[in-house]
């Protein structure tokens, strides 16, 4: 993209209404525009890296099993009137009247959908185990909607739906979305750790939270610091396989939101390996057994005949929370510093002195050569605010083209994360790049 052409609207001044620097750099770097409370668009920039965070999540649920799918954003009242819900949700739900005056609500969450969804299809313990998945906005009536898009109403959620024939089942689709949790989080560049958790609204027995520190966080945690040296990407994993080990691992170590902390184990832990932080929630794991398949008359016939009532679990990212997420966990003085996996685009191109003949001609020889993975600054404006305007939308690269280095035929390249620089031939800069 040519930034000459781009709808990339950059703020020099920092917004009063931002908080936090997730908030502030969004704004700043032209990601996000706020059209009410909580509710955001999503501009050029802030879009493509909600479609990296996407794509990953999507590729990681495959990875382990889960089926995608797409349910609609509007619910009608009465499946959540079958699960007893409607009333309680409370005043987070918004709730919505069509013409002939039908109750419909815009979805919080889609455990009763996808229920009865299921419910129209499977039939027998063949039809099991089979876990589904959809990454579809959900609206949340939030009291104080802050932090830009890090509490929306109005937000991104990944939500998958695990049923299997008996509790044994569903630890074991459990497990299965505790490991690829761990690896998408991963994949973003992020130390995510599950945490023990409240039920909350959904009901269950078993949850954890997965957690990311940072000073901003809205909750306490502590943790054992063995947790936050674990490589998750170190091993492949068979999700076919036994996964107890990788769980086991992670379970068997302290770690605790504040809802959940219990002094006397925490006491338990060596005080040198005792962590204590602020947290960010960006993904949540539930087994709740039947509390959905039960009163919504989920059933299938056993092997032997009889009829089961599957058993449940729900597993929920919070996409475009990461997004913020991310930047709060990578961020420096002048801006963003995207992890390679999540950037909007590989490489800034600074063409320093456009109408300087060798300064355009290295310059579209490299914009070429990366194709649409570049974001080429062909403005007319100065140095000074080519350099600011790349360090805070945080490419991984800057390659920046001056007119005494590109008259030798040179590329200086900047590495975003370190600061490093190295002067390279043009077509090497670009096999470096690419
Ligand atoms: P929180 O404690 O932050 O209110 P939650 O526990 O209510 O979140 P869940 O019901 O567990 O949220 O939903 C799954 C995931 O959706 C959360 O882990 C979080 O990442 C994301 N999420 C929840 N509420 C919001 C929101 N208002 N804006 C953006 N993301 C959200
Ligand atoms: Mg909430
Ligand atoms: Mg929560
Ligand atoms: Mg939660």
């Known amino acids: 993209m040519r930034l000459s052409r781009a709808f990339l609207p950059t ?6 209404e931002a908080q936090i620097a997730s908030h502030r750099l969004m704004l700043r770097a032209g990601m996000i525009r706020q059209e009410a409370a909580g509710l955001y668009a999503w501009l050029p920039l802030g879009w493509r890296v909600l479609q990296k965070v996407t794509q990953i999540v999507r590729e990681e649920q495959d990875a382990a099993g889960a089926q995608e799918i797409l349910m609609p954003t509007i619910q009608p009242a009465e499946l959540w009137r079958e699960s007893g819900r409607y009333d309680d949700y409370g005043k987070e739900m918004l709730r919505i009247r069509d013409r002939h005056e039908r109750e419909m609500l815009y979805g919080p969450t889609n455990e009763e959908m996808v229920t009865d969804l299921f419910r129209a299809y499977a039939k027998s313990y063949r039809d099991l185990p089979r876990n589904l998945y959809h990454i579809q906005w959900k609206f949340r009536d939030e009291v104080r909607p802050r932090f830009g898009v890090m509490r929306g109403r109005e937000f991104l959620m990944k939500d998958a739906y695990s049923f299997d024939l ?9 497990r299965q979305m505790f490991v690829a949790y761990l690896r998408t989080f991963a994949r973003m560049g992020l130390k995510a750790i599950p945490m023990v958790a409240d039920t909350g609204p959904i009901g269950g027995n078993l949850s954890h939270e997965f957690i990311i520190l940072a000073e901003t966080g809205e909750s306490q945690v502590f943790l054992h610091r063995d947790l936050l040296d674990y490589d998750v990407m170190g091993q492949a994993v068979d999700y076919q396989g036994d996964l ?14 504040d809802e959940k902390h219990d002094e006397a184990a ?13 947290g960010i929630e960006i993904g949540h794991i539930f087994y709740f057994g039947t509390k959905y398949s039960a009163p919504m008359g989920l059933q299938v016939t056993g092997p032997d005949g009889a009829l089961v009532t599957p058993e449940m679990g729900s597993y929920g990212i919070g996409v475009s929370r990461l997004v913020g997420a991310i930047i709060e966990a990578s961020h420096d003085e002048a801006g963003i510093v995207w992890p390679d996996a999540v950037a909007p685009y590989a490489a800034s191109i600074l063409n320093l002195k456009p109408g300087d003949a060798a300064c355009d001609a290295v310059s579209e020889r490299v914009y070429e050569a990366l194709g649409r993975d570049a974001l080429l600054d062909d403005r007319a404006d100065r140095p000074g605010a080519k350099f600011a305007d790349a360090d805070l939308m945080g490419l991984p690269w800057q390659a920046i083209i001056g007119p005494r280095g590109a ?17 390279l031939p043009v077509e090497e800069a670009i096999a ?3």
Not at 168 to 174: F, K, Q, T, W
Not at 266 to 278: G, S, Y
Not at 407 to 423: D, F, I, W
């Open 11 to 16: 703020l020099k001044e920092t917004p009063a």
């Open 166 to 174: 008996d509790k044994e089942g569903a630890v074991r689709s459990y």
């Open 244 to 257: 107890s080990p990788i769980v086991d691992f992670w379970t068997s170590r302290y770690a605790a939101t």
């Open 266 to 278: 925490w006491a338990a832990v060596p005080a040198e390996a005792q962590v204590t932080a602020r």
């Open 407 to 423: 008259a030798a035929g040179k590329v200086e390249l900047k590495r975003r994360a370190t600061g490093e620089r190295l002067e």
């Open 432 to 434: 470096r790049l690419r």
